[in-house]
T-cell receptor
Framework: EAGVTQFPSHSVIEKGQTVTLRCDPISGHDNLYWYRRVMGKEIKFLLHFVKESKQDESGMPNNRFLAERTGGTYSTLKVQPAELEDSGVYFC?????????????FGPGTRLTVL | AQSVAQPEDQVNVAEGNPLTVKCTYSVSGNPYLFWYVQYPNRGLQFLLKYITGDNLVKGSYGFEAEFNKSQTSFHLKKPSALVSDSALYFCAVRDFGESSGDKLTFGTGTRLAVRP
């Protein structure tokens, strides 16, 4: 069974440009999560989809970040316009049933560098 | 609010020796606790979790963790370290009693270095 995949693995962009990150969850997983690790700090929650609906977007830093999950399959996270402080590793995770006891399985991450 | 502390940025151990990676947590209700490992150029891999029941949880690659409610700790352990265990380890918590949804709260990570 394929795991969570993310594309691209690395992205280097100039400040003010737009970047779109993609996440493909494990097949059959309705729950999809985005997290971010900035400058070697803790990994922080961004948002949670259940199928195509946003269940919790309390971690989204500001309105420059837009996440979508059309059709309840893959998800995209767009940053527009990118700022220097957006640099970090963006992780996607998925889980089958959701809930506090369910295990989230993570992808390899996308390393974003904003110059 | 829920939080996790990993007090050591790095742990160094010789191959064959036991290892411990420390984690303490703070929640308002009952905790659900997780350990993940990140190998170089790889994503986060799930190691083990504590939900309820036996305080000693066994996971992948010979790792185990002990839940201690009185000390609010969930330290990761392995009886005999391997060089291949060298990686970045993250502790995470969910609070059953809080309306925090499904999100995991992570610590800052501990780098484990096992020398031959």
């Amino acid at each position: 069974e394929a795991g969570v995949t993310q594309f691209p693995s690395h992205s280097v962009i100039e400040k003010g440009q737009t970047v779109t990150l993609r996440c493909d969850p494990i097949s059959g997983h309705d729950n999809l999560y985005w997290y971010r690790r900035v400058m070697g700090k803790e990994i922080k929650f961004l948002l949670h989809f259940v199928k195509e609906s946003k269940q919790d977007e309390s971690g989204m830093p500001n309105n420059r970040f837009l996440a979508e999950r059309t059709g309840g399959t893959y998800s995209t996270l767009k940053v527009q316009p990118a700022e220097l402080e957006d640099s970090g590793v963006y992780f996607c995770a998925s889980s089958q049933v959701g809930g506090p006891t369910d295990t989230q399985y993570f992808g390899p991450g996308t390393r974003l560098t904003v110059l | 609010a829920q939080s996790v502390a990993q007090p050591e940025d790095q742990v160094n151990v010789a191959e064959g020796n036991p290892l411990t990676v420390k984690c303490t947590y703070s929640v308002s209700g009952n905790p659900y606790l997780f350990w993940y490992v990140q190998y170089p150029n790889r994503g986060l891999q799930f190691l083990l979790k504590y939900i309820t029941g036996d305080n000693l949880v066994k996971g992948s690659y010979g790792f185990e963790a002990e839940f201690n409610k009185s000390q609010t700790s969930f330290h990761l352990k392995k009886p005999s370290a391997l060089v291949s265990d060298s990686a970045l380890y993250f502790c995470a918590v969910r609070d059953f009693g809080e309306s925090s949804g499904d999100k995991l709260t992570f610590g800052t990570g501990t780098r484990l270095a096992v020398r031959p």
